[in-house]
């Protein structure tokens, strides 16, 4: 069992920068994928970043790509996003997930967490 929780959303100016955390109490979690993914009001969940359970393959939407880093610190459970140069269109809340592998699509994740909320201001 994984069990997944996201920290560090929050009110930013555009421009500005905020890193999001996904913590697991899980024993496995150092060998899972993890997904960030994001869903803004009245839109479908979207696909943000993925990274593979050793650190070394990393996966971008073309719409974060050179803005957002992901990576992650096994020894701590965690994996991190950080989202600079953000826009207000980036406002959503967001999830992540783990999986037995490193997907781009919602559906192939078995464990999400709660989401956090960020908001962009223009």
């Known amino acids: 069992q994984v069990q997944l929780v996201e920290s560090g959303g929050g009110l930013v100016q555009a421009g500005g920068s905020l890193r999001l955390s996904c913590t697991s109490s899980?024993?496995?979690?150092?060998?899972?994928?993890v997904g960030w993914f994001r869903q803004a009001p009245g839109k479908e969940r979207e696909f943000v970043s993925a990274?593979?359970?050793?650190?070394?393959?990393?996966y971008y939407a073309d719409s974060v790509k050179g803005r957002f880093i992901i990576s992650r610190d096994n020894a701590k459970n965690t994996v991190y996003l950080q989202m600079n140069s953000l826009k207000p269109e980036d406002t959503a809340v967001y999830y992540c997930?783990?999986?037995?592998?490193?997907?781009?699509?919602?559906?192939?994740?078995?464990?999400w967490g709660q989401g956090t909320q960020v908001t962009v201001s223009s």
């Open positions: 997930a783990a999986a037995a592998g490193v997907y781009l699509y919602a559906r192939n994740y078995h464990y």
């Open positions: 990274i593979s359970w050793s650190g070394g393959s990393e």
């Open positions: 899980g024993r496995t979690f150092s060998t899972v994928g």
